[in-house]
């Protein structure tokens, strides 16, 4: 089975909506889409996804479903270098959270104070017993740091959703923290991740992450892939986020 991730466009987060960049990205994305064979469409329940999934789908028939756990993993920490108002939990400082060994931890990087105060294990929690009943339902179990294929499949479900829900899935499903991989990843607006199951022996599979971030259909296109969610490369770079 292969999940495929979709990230929304270029968005406007005070209005939860596409700006014009990120319109012009959903319809870039459409004529990739066929070329998915997916089985299964699925999106976040926010706006800037479902507007993504309405202009990447328009014209096909499909309605994708949605589901909550797809919401963004946006929940709202006081991080130690802002402590008088919060933020989301995973754009940290590089230099306080690379020196806290629990961050590296896929069992305890919930625990510092920040979080816990937050009640982010609980929502983490929450967001993965959905997770892992959809996989259940679509034939794959959790066994240890392993799966079993209880019904193995070649199922391809696409999924609209969001750069920091994505890679806290990837994370679980590969057995490690999701803060590396918060700080050191990026998926660009639509851009596409694919995961699939690998069953080497009968009914034991693992995940392996086949593309991360994947925005060829941009380039194609000779649209560039936009900046939302990285920092400055150079802190003298004026014109990118800091």
């Known amino acids: 089975m292969k999940l495929i ?6 968005p406007d987060y005070r209005q939860d909506c596409l700006t014009e960049a990120g ?20 999106v976040s329940p926010l706006r800037r996804a479902q507007q993504t999934a309405e202009l990447a789908l328009e014209g096909t028939g499909i309605k994708p479903e949605t589901l909550w756990w797809l919401e963004e993993f946006q929940h709202p920490v006081f991080r130690p270098d802002r402590p008088e108002r919060p933020g989301v939990g995973w754009d940290w400082l590089p230099q306080d ?13 919930y625990d510092h ?7 982010i294990k609980e929502k983490y929690d929450k967001v993965i017993a959905a997770f892992e009943d959809f996989l259940k339902e679509h034939g794959y179990v959790r066994s240890g ?20 829900l994505t890679t806290l899935l990837l994370a679980h499903m590969l ?35 086949i593309t991360f971030g994947d925005t060829s ?8 892939p936009g900046f939302s969610g990285r920092f400055c490369e150079c802190f003298a770079n004026e014109n990118e986020r800091h």
């Open 113 to 119: 104070p920040a979080f816990t105060k937050a009640g």
């Open 175 to 209: 057995g490690v923290s999701p803060m590396p991989m918060w700080q050191g990843f990026i998926s660009a607006p639509t851009s596409v991740t694919t995961i699939a199951t690998e069953e080497r022996t009968p009914g034991n599979v693992q995940w392996r992450c």
């Open 97 to 109: 959270w690379t020196v806290i060994d629990d961050m590296y931890d896929p069992a305890h990087w």
């Open 23 to 42: 319109i012009r990205e959903a319809k870039l994305l459409a004529p990739r889409i066929p070329g998915l064979h997916a089985d299964s469409f699925f």
């Open 5 to 10: 991730f979709i990230r929304h466009g270029d």
């Open 145 to 164: 740091r392993m799966y079993k294929a209880v019904r193995p499949n070649n199922d391809k479900l696409v999924f609209f959703c969001h750069f920091g």
């Open 217 to 224: 259909h941009l380039y194609a296109a000779g649209e560039e």
